[in-house]
């Protein structure tokens, strides 16, 4: 599978110094779904403004099918399509046409049988005379991914495609997605939903503040989900980790007062039994025992909240 988009070292900072951007490097593969968590203010719509062109970046490239979106960007434009976080609509202007004006924008010739296919795709056929105005906000919602998809994008930006979208509309979207990306359509959203990033993502990447925290495979994220840890406390902290019990699914907290052990729910042996039998022996007195499951959403805050410590020490410096 070859790279369709590729971000190097993309940087943005807006006027008054505001550096939105820290430096993402990133590349997209053709056909994936990447959904991109991160809390408000992450950077997550400048990232796809920036590569859409519509923002300018303040250094760094990006290419879209090899053609870098500056140098390059009427070959770069054609292959992008892009459903905004806001929406943005004439009000007295007819579905169809609002639809065909977009296909046109993107030099594309008129083709009624495209714009046809498409507003049936998205329940808007029988909508097609209707006014803007005149349609509900997950109508007018659809209306914008009508007209991202109105030139036969192969790479679609989805900005925040569900947010304020209730379940109905938001599994069909899930539906609609799912269909582009068996046209081989390659599709980039963003989400505050975790569970639709789990739903419909090949991959996942969380920004925050500007940066890049992680991008990884939703599998190998879910495998992680499967695990859990368990944290014997002991009444008295010690240094290190017996000998007698080390084992590479053990460590010791960071005070010495915990030790952690993780293990697979899944597995018919969890080795809890053994490994409490063995703390005892090597002369450790519990305090107590927890259990923790980690989730998506647990890896998303820990990494939020990492990225919130770090901005505090270098103001600590500063
Ligand atoms: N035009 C602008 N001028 C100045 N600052 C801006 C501008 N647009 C965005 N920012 C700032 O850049 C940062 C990132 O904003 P951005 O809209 O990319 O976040 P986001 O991750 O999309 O958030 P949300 O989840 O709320 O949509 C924010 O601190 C925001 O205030
Ligand atoms: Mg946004």
């Known amino acids: 599978m070859h790279n369709i988009v590729e971000i190097n070292?993309?940087?943005?900072?807006?006027?008054?110094?505001?550096?939105?951007?820290?430096?993402?490097?990133?590349?997209?593969r053709q056909?994936?779904?990447?959904?991109?968590?991160?809390?408000?203010?992450?950077g997550k719509t400048t990232l796809i403004s920036t590569i859409c062109g519509i923002t300018t970046a303040t250094s760094g490239t990006v290419s879209v099918g090899g053609h870098d979106t500056v140098k390059d960007y009427r070959a770069a434009r054609k292959l992008i399509g892009l459903v905004p976080q806001e929406i943005h609509l004439e009000p007295f202007e007819k579905v169809i046409n609002t639809v065909r004006f977009s296909r046109g924008l993107f030099g594309a010739g008129s083709d009624d049988a495209v714009i046809e296919k498409i507003l049936r795709?998205?329940?808007?056929?029988d909508k097609?005379?209707?006014?803007?105005?005149?349609?509900?906000?997950?109508?007018?919602?659809?209306?914008?991914?009508?007209?991202?998809?109105?030139?036969?994008?192969?790479?679609?930006?989805l900005d925040e495609p569900t947010a304020g979208v209730d379940v109905e509309l938001r599994k069909d979207m899930w539906q609609i997605v799912a269909g582009l990306k068996a046209d081989g359509?390659?599709?980039?959203?963003?989400?505050?939903?975790?569970?639709?990033?789990?739903?419909?993502?090949?991959?996942?990447?969380?920004?925050?503040?500007?940066?890049?925290?992680?991008?990884?495979?939703?599998?190998?994220?879910?495998?992680?989900?499967?695990?859990?840890e368990l944290e014997v406390q002991l009444s008295e902290p010690i240094s290190a980790v017996p000998d007698a019990i080390a084992s590479d699914a053990l460590r010791l907290s960071a005070d010495g007062t915990a030790l952690i052990y993780t293990y697979d729910t899944r597995k018919?042996?969890?080795?809890?039994?053994?490994?409490?039998?063995?703390?005892?022996?090597?002369?450790?007195?519990?305090?107590?025992v927890v259990t923790r499951q980690s989730s998506l959403e647990e890896v998303f805050v820990n990494l939020v909240h990492k990225a919130d410590e770090k901005t505090s020490q270098s103001e600590d410096a500063a």
């Open 121 to 125: 795709q998205l329940s808007l056929w």
């Open 9 to 28: 070292n993309l940087k943005k900072s807006y006027k008054g110094g505001f550096e939105a951007l820290k430096g993402i490097n990133l590349t997209i």
């Open 185 to 228: 359509v390659t599709i980039i959203l963003t989400t505050h939903y975790i569970e639709e990033a789990e739903a419909i993502a090949d991959r996942v990447g969380v920004i925050t503040k500007g940066e890049l925290m992680l991008v990884e495979e939703k599998d190998t994220l879910m495998a992680r989900m499967g695990q859990k």
């Open 268 to 288: 018919e042996r969890t080795g809890i039994t053994s490994l409490l039998a063995k703390v005892s022996e090597a002369g450790l007195v519990l305090r107590d």
């Open 128 to 157: 097609k005379d209707s006014q803007i105005r005149a349609l509900s906000g997950g109508m007018k919602r659809r209306v914008l991914i009508a007209k991202a998809l109105a030139h036969n994008p192969r790479v679609l930006f």
């Open 31 to 42: 056909g994936e779904i990447l959904a991109l968590l991160g809390p408000n203010g992450a």
